[in-house]
């Protein structure tokens, strides 16, 4: 019978430790965070007269441990209340804690023999039936519980998240030899309901699935660098965004990861792989070796391949030179083939194009020689490690998606390059093809994949056949409904989509999903069929982001051709937009996602129910930019302000408007879903997904919830604003930040605007309004922001950079 995690120990407070207990507490789920008591004092320890015996003292180490992860940037809490579920100890006072857990996390030094001592302590005061998992990166997982109890090898296996666990999606979960199916049933469970993870059940081999693939391609990425004299810009420019890889590319994450761990895992990785045909490829390059001795180890040590230094009182990133080993200015690569591949907006058909002149036997330039070549070599490797490392191509790809942020896995690139045409070009080098390739080009379609109808098929490895990859419960994927012609109705900028049980999807799909009016139109189309073909609405999509906001090139364009009738007319709409989903017959759903900024904030504040993504980044950002929220986020904000102080003094709304003036005129953006609650973004009602991928699904079930609850829309909001008691305030507040040089004269112009129209406008005396007179406001300050010289400079300025312009 699978168990229930209620409380968990982690055992370790390093950077993987502490962060682990981080996200548990994200999870809401309370756990102790332990490590070792120190055996000497510090010498302030000393000249406070503290003793090995303070209480403040024992826990030294581990309360480092905690105080780092709650100063981490990216946050490692989803806020700081968050932390208070995490309960520091040490393993000499507290390890008894253990008895009280359900699962127990080990996450020390990648040591053998102190991973085993542990153990045995901990198995003296283990209660039965408690699952214990090791977050070792490398050691064999069998040969960690080795000596242990039946009860404890059964209940044993490897968990191994990646850093930063709040943020990287995938944990491998590697079985022992004893682990009970429940146990490992158990495991999935709460790492993908309760922790948002995606679990790749991984062999117990050499650094599991990821590590193993992801290594040996950073180490071919060095040698094809050195073999055709690049330099690490010019890698780093070819193995990022261009082939759908992280922006960190290939030294930029060496740097962040630190090398000393790089070397580390491929030391080890070579050390116990004897019968590896490629073991050869993992000895360490010359060039880590030396850097490892001059102690260039990336961010932690101020410079890796990467230097980041203060020149003329701004800082500079400088770029190391293998060959001389010396740091100079970077420069920025130019390959034709790069730039080209920049107007292929499919990944898959800018992989072919970028190693198409290898393909067809004519070279191209440097760029497509280190594409072909490293891209290759990976692929083969991959194919040559399974069965080996995994019981699936799709848990290999799966790893490098989720582990690595690869948008395209080995045998997924292996189909999209084309299997046929890569063998043959392998093979025109002289080089072996891995016999899992040979099956597929001996199978009718000579691919690791196809795709049909919304669902995907895989080859299979036991079979050597195309098997269906098993739909998991719960999850909806809205690319695959579509396929399944579930499309209702659609437009250029979104579609209404079928959920099934009487729920539509309206998803945007427009670029970064900004809002015009072709999907403004498709909320109104969305709309108008509730109550007579679908009883919910969600509003949701799967794209990295929600929406980040109004299509700003249409604002500008309008405003610097005089269209202000026509800017008036589609804030108006918009306006109308969110009203009618406010006021829907039947209940509508927000699922943002990624950024929801702006207009994708004022879509989901509008909502019957938010039901957002953990990383949701929701905000009111258009101050950034030189303008007011136009579609009654103001409003919103005001209306959860007087909800605040529900029935007490206008002192009362004074206090609760204080922060959100602030908020919106400081563009204030969530750094998560939770913390977009303590910004008054969602409500207390609303909920949160820990897991993307099933966010839509979880969403469906929340409008059918609220069906079933007999839901009816709000009654029209009556709305009290304080007048001139809360602009004079608003103000002198606006005015010392002037003074203070911690705002323009254009940001206290835009602040002003703001202000204004949370106090109600022109009214001198508090009073109660409505919910069309604060949409007046907003949309006439929008349209006068929007014809003030220094918005517009924002605004292109934003448009050109992707960052705000403080003019």
């Known amino acids: ?246 922006k960190s590319a290939t030294f930029r994450t060496a740097d962040i990861v630190g090398l000393d761990v790089l070397v580390h895992v491929v030391r080890n990785i070579y050390d116990s792989i004897p019968n590896d045909e490629s073991r050869e490829n993992y000895r360490l390059p010359a060039l880590l070796e030396e850097m490892m001795k001059r102690g260039w180890l990336g961010d932690k040590t101020g410079g890796g391949f990467y230097k980041r230094v203060k020149k003329g009182g701004e800082s500079e990133i400088l770029t190391l030179d293998w060959q001389k080993m010396e740091y100079r200015p970077r420069q920025k690569a130019k390959f034709a083939s790069i730039e080209a591949g920049k107007a292929i907006e499919d990944t898959r058909a800018r992989l072919r194009a970028l190693v198409s002149p290898t393909l067809e036997g004519k070279g191209g330039d440097k760029a497509n020689q280190f594409l072909w070549r490293s891209l290759s070599e990976s692929c083969l490797y991959a194919a040559r490690r399974v069965p080996e490392i995994a019981n699936s191509i799709v848990d290999v790809d799966r790893a490098m998606r989720w582990g690595f942020a690869w948008e395209l896995g080995p045998f997924e690139a292996w189909d999209a390059i084309g299997v046929e045409k890569m063998a043959g070009a392998v093979e025109r080098e002289g080089k072996r093809i891995p016999e899992v390739v040979s099956k597929v080009l001996a199978s009718p379609k000579k691919s690791f994949y196809e795709y049909e109808k919304g669902s995907t098929k895989y080859f299979d490895l036991a079979t050597s056949a195309l098997a269906p990859i098993p739909e998991a419960p719960g999850i909806i994927i809205l690319k695959s409904l579509k396929d399944r012609a579930t499309v209702v109705q659609s437009n250029s900028g979104a579609s209404l989509i079928d959920l099934g049980d009487g729920v539509v999807c309206c998803e945007f799909h427009s670029k970064m999903n900004s809002i015009g009016s072709d999907l403004v139109a498709m909320i109104h189309a969305g709309i108008e069929r509730l109550g007579k073909e679908f009883d919910a609405m969600v509003i949701g999509n799967q794209a990295p982001n929600f929406s980040v906001g109004a299509n700003l090139m249409l604002v500008l364009i309008g405003a610097q051709e005089g269209e202000w009738d026509d800017i008036h007319m589609a804030v108006r709409q918009f306006q109308r937009a969110n009203m009618a989903i406010k006021y829907a017959t039947r209940p509508v759903v927000a699922a943002p996602q990624g950024m929801a900024l702006g207009g994708g904030c004022e879509i989901s504040l509008h909502s019957a129910r938010i039901h957002a993504a953990a990383e949701a980044y929701i905000g009111l950002v258009e101050t950034g930019v030189g303008l007011v929220p136009g579609g009654g986020g103001t409003k919103e904000m005001l209306i959860r302000a007087n909800e605040h102080a529900a029935g007490q003094e206008d002192l009362d709304l004074f206090h609760a408007l204080k922060p959100i003036f602030q908020n919106i005129a400081m563009a204030k953006v969530s750094t998560s879903g939770e913390e977009a609650r303590s910004l008054g973004y969602l409500r207390p009602s609303d909920l949160i997904a820990m897991n993307r991928d099933r966010q839509i699904a979880d969403a469906k079930q929340t409008a059918l919830s609220m069906v079933r609850a007999g839901y009816h829309p709000p009654a029209p909001a009556e709305i009290r604003v304080l007048g001139e008691e809360f602009l004079a305030a608003a103000k002198l507040a606006i005015h010392m930040l002037m003074r203070g040089e911690y705002a323009s004269a254009h940001d206290a112009v835009v602040a002003r605007k703001v202000a204004s129209i949370l106090a109600g406008g022109g009214i001198t005396a508090p009073q109660t309004v409505s919910e069309q007179y604060i949409l007046d406001l907003e949309r006439e300050a929008f349209v006068s922001l929007c014809g003030e010289r220094k918005t517009q400079e924002r605004i292109a300025y934003t448009l050109k950079t992707g960052k705000p312009l403080r003019n």
């Open 1 to 246: 019978m699978k168990r229930r995690i209620e409380k968990v120990a982690v055992l370790g407070a390093g950077t993987m430790g502490a962060r682990i207990a981080a996200h548990l507490a994200n999870a809401g789920i309370p756990c102790f965070l332990l490590d070792i008591a120190p055996t000497e004092l510090h010498a302030d320890e000393k000249k406070k007269g503290w003793s090995l015996d303070s209480a403040v003292v024992r826990n030294r180490i581990v309360m480092a441990g905690f105080e780092a992860a709650k100063k981490s940037r990216p946050a490692a809490f989803f806020t700081e209340e968050t932390a208070r579920l995490v309960t520091p100890g040490n393993f000499e006072d507290n390890l008894a804690w253990c008895g009280e857990v359900d699962w127990i996390v080990e996450a020390v030094a990648e040591n053998l023999e102190i991973k085993r001592g542990l153990y045995a302590r901990v198995e003296a005061v283990r209660k039965p039936w408690t699952i214990v998992t090791s977050n070792t990166s490398g050691l064999p997982i069998h040969l960690i519980a080795e000596g242990r109890s039946e009860d404890f090898q059964r209940h044993w296996a490897g968990t191994h998240f990646f850093n930063p666990p709040r943020y990287m999606k995938l944990v491998e979960l590697i079985p022992g030899p004893k682990t009970r199916p429940e146990v490992t049933e158990s495991l999935e469970e709460i790492c993908d309901l309760r922790l948002g993870k995606g679990v790749v059940v991984a062999k117990d081999t050499p650094n599991f699935i990821a590590n193993r693939i992801g290594t040996y391609s950073m180490l071919n990425a060095v040698r094809q660098m050195q073999a055709l004299e690049m330099t690490i810009d010019e890698v780093d420019a070819c193995t990022g965004p261009a082939i759908g890889q992280p």
